[in-house]
């Protein structure tokens, strides 16, 4: 799978967009671009993911470039619940392959 | 929606006894579920690989001897730490995968005393 690249952290204000940015300069054609979070001490929770097309959930909007090198996850409307870690994962859909974690990014929401 | 349930959520236990970590996969099968361990400050760290009715894959420097992993039904993998020594206290975090998508149990935080 190829290797991603996340600042280590970023802080948001509390009700503004928060644009998190993940380089994948290596990623191949059948990859997808996935993004989890960590709130302290709990398991990952999935947030979304694509292909080559923009996303979006009720979650968050994922937006990748024409060359699908980058991508960027936006928070539309930031909340202090949102502070954790985020991870983007390039990762084939064939089968059940593994899921592996960098080091993401550790954003902070303030109030 | 995916919903995978891991138990306990938290253990204390003494140095040299095992401990058994539970991850169920509540409303869909899992052929295939993947055990992470987690420092502190520390990103996820994938241990192993664990496959219904076979033998788990372990990653590398992951000893297959004190990580026992079984998985013996399409909706229970467990994890037994055993011989357990403080360097292993940790947090350990359980997925399920499901047609592509990935979902994690709440994690166990075990302590070695």
């Known amino acids: 799978d190829a290797k991603t690249t996340q600042p280590p952290s970023m802080d948001c204000a509390e009700g503004r967009a928060a644009n998190l940015p993940c380089n994948h300069s290596?990623?191949?054609?059948?990859?997808?671009v996935y993004w989890y979070r960590q709130i302290h001490s709990q398991g990952p929770q999935y947030i979304i993911h694509?292909?080559?097309n923009n996303e979006t959930n009720e979650m968050a909007s994922l937006i990748i470039t024409e060359d699908r090198k980058s991508s960027t996850l936006i928070l539309p409307h930031a909340t202090l619940r949102d502070t954790a870690v985020y991870y983007c994962?390039?990762?084939?859909?064939?089968?059940?392959?593994?899921?592996?974690f960098g080091q993401g990014t550790r954003l902070t929401i303030n109030p | 929606g995916a919903v995978v349930s891991q138990h306990p959520s938290r253990v204390i236990c003494k140095s040299g006894t095992s401990v058994k970590i539970e991850c169920r996969s509540l409303?869909?099968?899992?052929?295939?579920m993947f055990w992470y361990r987690q420092f502190p400050k520390q990103s996820l760290m994938l241990m192993a690989t664990?496959?219904?009715?076979?033998?788990?894959?372990?990653e590398q420097g992951v000893e297959k001897d004190k990580f026992l992993i079984n998985h013996a039904s399409l909706t229970l993998s467990t994890l037994t730490v055993t011989s357990a020594h403080p360097e292993d206290s940790s947090f350990y975090i359980c997925s399920a995968n499901r047609g592509g998508g990935y979902t994690f149990g709440s994690g166990t935080r075990l302590t070695v005393v």
């Open positions: 409303d869909f099968q899992a052929t295939t």
């Open positions: 664990s496959n219904e009715g076979s033998k788990a894959t372990y």
């Open positions: 994962i390039a990762l084939g859909i064939q089968g059940a392959q593994k899921l592996v």
């Open positions: 290596t990623i191949s054609g059948n990859e997808y």
């Open positions: 694509g292909l080559k």
